[in-house]
């Protein structure tokens, strides 16, 4: 049997293999890379199919739905894999991470006996201690814990870039919520807020820059709320922080999500227009258009106060777009309210948006509310507002047609001779050009816009 221990004499074997499955965010992303950084000096190297990996993580999601029970049905099969494995003499351990486990924690234990371990999204820098009781024990390890310590502070500087989509990346700058709103689970299963010192991001900005990176989104539960330790001393805001981070050369664009209305202040508004490297491109969730809405949901704003940073950003960011989060079918939401989101969204002007029918969670105070709303009233009221969201997001791609703009090629395309790469709207411009392109930006015109991207033709010479 291959020994799990990290302190094994052995030199590691480069045919062990790790297998992520990722739900979710972003930053669950973020963080499925994070736990392939702290097993790869264990000599575990990432494997694309469950069947050829020692262990197998599913990096799980609570936001909505019926996560628990994906997580259950997606666990069935991995058992199978397990149990294939075991009869060819194959070791295999699973794991389960992410906001699923940190909420479901023993009881995932209960119903998935075969699982092996069990962590939270604050506890992955201890994966390998975990792994290694688990094979020695043979028993399940479980570690929700929030822990005083950072876990970044134990991670491995990362040798690769994360993101699959070189030259763009992302870095967690900030972690958690305290702002609780009425249907959202994320502040029991993040835990509360927590800034990283600004000399650590600024570290691992210009290693990513180091290593070709050219585009980093910085990641955050509530990212605007950013206020980390500088190293003079002070709490920098995310407007500081982005002003150090343009002072790297080769950082062509700098993003942030997911911001929250209430912390979009007037420095961060004035980054946007002293920074071009800050991406005129916004992903601002307002939820609803109801003040009455707003107000059960513990937003913390109204509609037009919403309206009002849009405007300003505006005005100190001109091409700036906006994009955005709905929920549909709230307790309470009457015809009223739901035409507030419709008429708030018709004067903003969405370039992109995601909706959702309301769905409860448990422990969180809207699910016990009153009033619960119909699923089939929630369907209706989300294929009326999808229309017009989906109206905006073609007229907003439409206008792009015929104009130059600059795209930072990602990576090949499909089709033979095609290479794919994002605007700064991070829509998705397919060229015809030579792969030596892909990690650099270029000017491109637009000839065409398709149901999700753009096509063009590069400009000048290459
Ligand atoms: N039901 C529906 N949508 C939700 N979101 C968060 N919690 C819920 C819920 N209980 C949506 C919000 C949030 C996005 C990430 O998910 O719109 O901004
Ligand atoms: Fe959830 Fe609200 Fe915090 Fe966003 S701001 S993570 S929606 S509680």
Redesign the pocket.
């Known amino acids: 049997m291959t020994t799990l221990s990290p302190q094994t004499a052995t030199p590691p074997s480069p045919t062990r293999g790790v297998h992520v499955i990722t739900w979710g ?1 972003q930053m669950n992303v973020y963080d499925s890379a994070r736990m392939q950084d702290v097993l790869r000096p264990l000599g575990f190297t990432p494997v694309d199919t469950p069947e050829t990996a020692e262990i197998i993580i599913l990096n799980t999601c609570h ?2 739905d019926k996560a628990a029970e994906k997580v259950f049905s997606e666990l069935g099969r991995l058992r199978l894999i397990k149990e294939a494995r075991k009869i060819r003499g194959q070791q295999t351990l699973i794991a389960v991470a992410g906001c699923v486990a940190q909420a479901e924690g023993e009881e995932l234990l209960t119903r998935a006996p075969y699982v092996d371990i069990v962590l939270g999204p604050q506890t992955y820098h201890r994966l390998p201690d975990m792994l290694a009781n688990a094979a020695r024990t043979g028993k399940a390890v479980i570690d929700i814990d929030f822990p005083t310590e950072q876990k970044f502070d134990f991670l491995p500087q990362n040798e690769t870039p994360q993101s699959p989509n070189y030259p763009t990346a992302f870095l967690t700058i900030q972690e958690g919520c305290d702002k609780f709103c009425s ?3 994320v502040p029991y299963t993040r835990g509360a807020e927590n800034s990283r010192p600004v000399s650590t991001i600024l570290e691992e900005a210009k290693r990513l820059v180091d290593l070709g990176v050219r585009d980093i989104s910085l990641l955050g539960q509530n990212v605007n709320a950013y206020h980390g330790v500088g190293p003079d001393g002070n709490l920098w805001s995310l407007a500081r922080l982005a002003y150090e981070l343009a002072k790297i050369p080769a950082l062509l664009r700098i993003r942030y999500t ?1 911001s929250h209305p209430r912390d979009m202040d007037d420095t961060l508004i004035a980054a946007h227009r002293d920074l071009p490297q800050l991406m005129p491109f916004l992903h601002l ?1 307002v ?1 609803s258009g109801s003040d009455r809405i707003l107000r059960a949901m513990n937003r913390g704003h109204t509609a037009s106060n919403y309206i009002d940073i849009v405007h300003r950003l505006r005005e100190a960011r001109p091409d700036i777009a906006l994009s955005s ?3 549909v079918g709230y307790p309470g939401e009457t015809d009223e309210d739901f035409n507030a989101t419709m008429r708030l969204v018709q004067k903003v002007g969405f370039a992109l948006a ?1 909706s ?6 448990p422990g ?1 105070p ?1 699910a016990e509310a009153p009033l619960q709303i119909p699923e089939d009233i929630k369907n209706t009221r989300l294929q009326i507002l999808q229309k017009i969201l989906h109206e905006q997001q073609d007229t907003f791609n439409d206008q792009l047609v015929g104009h130059s703009i600059p795209v930072l090629f990602t990576s090949r395309g499909r089709k033979q001779g095609q290479i794919v790469g994002r605007s700064p709207w991070l829509q998705p411009v397919h060229i015809n050009g030579p792969e030596h392109l892909i990690g650099q930006e270029r000017l491109v015109r637009i000839t065409a816009r398709l149901s999700h991207s753009l096509d063009g033709i590069l400009e000048g010479n290459i």
């Not at 959702?356 to 969670?361: D, Q, T």
């Open positions: 965010c936001i909505r249907f959202c689970v997911t969730p939820q989060d709905f929920i995601y959702f029918k309301y769905s409860p969670r969180t809207a």
